[in-house]
């Protein structure tokens, strides 16, 4: 099958305004009889509900959240990038754009990714007029940060929690669009299947997780935006709920499932500290502004971090990366921090982890300077760690943050399903195998406010699609078989909890499909994952009804499909024979242990095709044509 | 370290409920107190019991999805912080800990320690916003904002939203929520043109959830771990006086 | 004219507006009060002024009486509406920052009325020891002289009394011994304690009160409530003492012994 990604032709510059130009819109007085169906209402869910409802449609969105406000974007610290050029300091859209491809290293669309750039301008405008508290200067005008791989000052923020203000922004649009009638919100409902009918997305089953209950729901289209799925590593920073589930059944039901091996590391988290822990914390990046990280020269060496003299220090980024320093990317530096940890090198008790260190920048700055810029996370830290940041250096490590693959979709963000759209993390689109600091929240709503609300035209503009009852055979055999499956879950009555197999799960993941891959480490990794599901699928254990508010139910349904998600992904890891961006493969480096790309054989994206659970998937292939940028060894020396 | 849980048990919202006692041994001081919680459940589910159910998600402090009644206070013994951010290093060995839901009128218990908080949903559509279609936002340099007033309204904007204002309210008051969401958008320039109706709107949906009002006692700032301060109660109240003298009090 | 109590933020504002009229009142009592140090002309003169403000003083004591209603009534409704929005109570509850002065509101402001009513029968309606309300100053004039009575009860007592003299008592100026009431009523020490302990918690009332106005009409700026939370707390330091030390000083003998 070919994949056609439906990229408008001409300049780059031109081909997002062209488009819009040429869409045939719906006429604004039959809006009201398409009916959209929206899954998930974080910053891209959220912002294309609202601004559909703002458009005039019929939207339904959906969240298993008890409100939109809680979606995991809410998480986001650091900020959000646009090209403002308001520093003066040589940004533009063109350079975002590069920096965007190249960060991505050269596994991205470059028509969407100059969309991106293009309207990541409007993101900022719109946001501040909901009310955005973003970050200004005594003058009054926004104030921006400098962010990993960028030479530019590019990022907007609202102190460390850019994430929640622009998430309650969107909130605040959705619930006006609520207010109006225009957007039907259905909370803490979970999305378990799409109902496909001639090919098309006619709609969605979903579980009320308060009643354990089966609903139908009819929608001339189905958007998802559920976000990514870094869970299947059981540890990372993502939030307990985050899962694959929605993507995964699209898969299941026919959407390709595009570079799922391309899983970010982010490297400033704050280190493991035992078994029990159920997630990992991440701290903006931003701290890498003004901390410098290092580990002791000498292996082993476990005085305490202010005793060690600055000779006996190394400062590897630095030394390692002259011009972008601790500024490195995400996949670099995280990997850097890896190599010095296996060097022996690393600190805290279980020698995984590294030092970010503040004390020059507070000599500099001041203390006062540092607690405006960072000092919610400094508390964070301290409230976790039980030590004082300005004191003393912070420890991190590198932890799973973000999954740049995803649902495939073309230029329009609709799937090779008619009527399946993809937003947000949930898509694979325009970070390519790394995603920048600060792109996610950028991405996310541009897809949900700019978007989506003009590429359904493309759908919608061929005529009102005809509507399927939700009596139809398709919607009442997908309401059998979730039951079905959370049914055969609670049969299983076995020993162990969904946890327990999660977290095993885990393990193996980080283990083997983690910062680091090789060919035999990806293929046992396939291996134990098969074995691990067949034991899931005989010992889980499962108490409590499907008739009432369960969360156990709810975890090991999401765990069910993290087993068979896992591995794709694996296979993914494995099939893609280079190392690129977030995705290293032990046998591809250079001389030095950065990541060699193989742009020969492997300039494409690989999206599969679902054959059955255990059975191989059909890989197909996307050829990434670089017209506009010239594929460069990805240097940040 | 050992710690003596009491935990309140619902069923459902119509079940009377009790506090149940359980205790908990190897536990870490490094465990934040959901995991302390996490580790009670996976030793109830392997012994065929119902785990407890209580509402989480991020595990940052962020989403607002977490809340207890920790000994008394929401969020627990440490200011500023949420429960999930509530580490077992502030509990000693052998402690007692008493583990209730938020409560308040507008808050129904759904199970054990979860609870129904969308009447906060419900006061936000009411007028929590700025009504600005996309696509009509001029530069977001246009309007020049003075950063004491952009600090202002990101004090209000911290609000995760998680009713710990009402929990700790002897009056169930939801006061210092509303007062954080409609001060955040009526500091700054862009939420002027709805102003009076947005603190009218939210302050009349916020007396139809049925939270109670405010006595001035401060509760609910000691309790909100984002340390939102009362003083944005006190700017809702001359907002409000100023409206209600223009518009009178019918939304 | 209730249907304010449908708004709990405007019954909030009833009252804090009520309050400050009400503590403006007190205010201005105790000052008056404070007067007894400087002796009985001083004091009752400045009763015989009171009273003889006519219609003023009318107008005075039913603004004060609408005040006081509309206090008490939205109070009472207040803490009703607020009790029932938290019907189920926590099985173990901790206060962090919500004083005992901030959750006695209502029991310190139903004993103050209480007291209040009590105050006014023993005071202003005299009921409570109509003995020593009745005494009077009386100037009278005859054909030789101009006489003052300290201890006149009535004029017809004194009519009586003067039957035998020569002329025809005329009136020229009668006020009521105020002074004299005042230290005979606390001279009781029964009285003194409940007047003491009553005082003591109007003050407690008022330590809460001034902040809550401030904060309630919204003049709650950072820079200046800290001070104003002090302010509450000294106001009601000073209102109780300013009443107590009248009580106090007659009780210990420090004025009023020679009557």
Redesign the interface.
Known sequence: MKLDGKVPSGPIEKRWSKYIADLKPVNPANKRKFKVIVIGTGLAGGAAAATLAELGYNVHAFTYHDSPRRAHSIAAQGGINAAKNYQNDADSVWRLFYDTVKGGDFRSRESNVYRLAEVSANIIDQSVSQGVPFAREYGGYLANRSFGGALVSRTFYARGQTGQQLLLGVYSALNRQISLGKVTMHNRKEMLDVVIVDGRAVGVVVRDLLTGKMESHYGDAVVLATGGYANTYFLSTNAQHCNVTATYRAYKKGAFFANPCFTQIHPTCIPVSGEHQSKLTLMSESLRNDGRIWVPKATNDKRNPNDIPESERDYYLERMYPSYGNLAPRDISSRAAKRVCDEGRGVNATGNAVYLDFSDAIQRLGQQVIADRYGNLFEMYERITGVDPYNNPMMIYPALHYTMGGLWVDYNLMSNIEGLFVLGEANFSDHGANRLGASALMQGLSDGYFVLPNTINSYFGKGKPQTISTDHPEFKKSEVEANERINKLIAINGKETPTHFHRRLGKIMWDHVGMARNEQGLKLAIEKIRELREEFWQNLKIVGTASNINPVIEKANRVADFMEFAELLAYDALERDESCGAHFREEHQTEEGEAKRNDADFSFVSAWEYKGIGERPDMHKEELNFEFIHLAERSYK | MKVKLHIWRQNGPNDKGKMVDYNLDNVSSDMSFLEMLDILNEDLILKGEEPVVFEHDCREGICGSCGLVINGKPHGPESGTTTCQLHMRKFKDGDDIFVEPFRSKAFSIVKDLMVDRSAYDRIQQSGGFISANVGSAPDANAIPIAKNIADLAMDAAACIGCGACAAACPNGSAMLFVAAKSSQLNLLPQGQPEKNKRVRAMINQMEKEGFGGCSNYYECEAACPKNISVRFIAKMNRDYFVAVVKEGTKV | MFKYL????????VMAITGIILILFITGHALGNLQIFLGKEALNKYAAFLQGLGEFLWIERIGLLVAALLHIITSIY?KL??????????????????KLN??T?IWTGLMIAAFVIYHLLHFTVGSIQPENYKYKEIYTQNAYSVEYNANATSLSSQDNDNDANIGVNKILYERHDVYKMVVLGFKNPYISIFYIVAVILLGFHIS?AV??F?????????KY?TWIEKLSVAYGYFIAIAFLIVPLSILLGIIGSNV
Do not use: C, E
């Not at chain 3, 509406?81 to 919500?98: F, L, Q, S, T």
């Not at chain 3, 401030?214 to 950072?222: D, I």
């Open positions: 449908n708004h709990v933020v405007i019954s909030k504002f207040l509406y607020n009790y029932n929005a938290r019907p189920d109570k926590y099985v173990v509850k901790r206060y962090i920052k919500a901030s959750r509101m809460h902040q809550s401030f904060q309630t009409l919204g003049w709650n700026s950072p409530f």
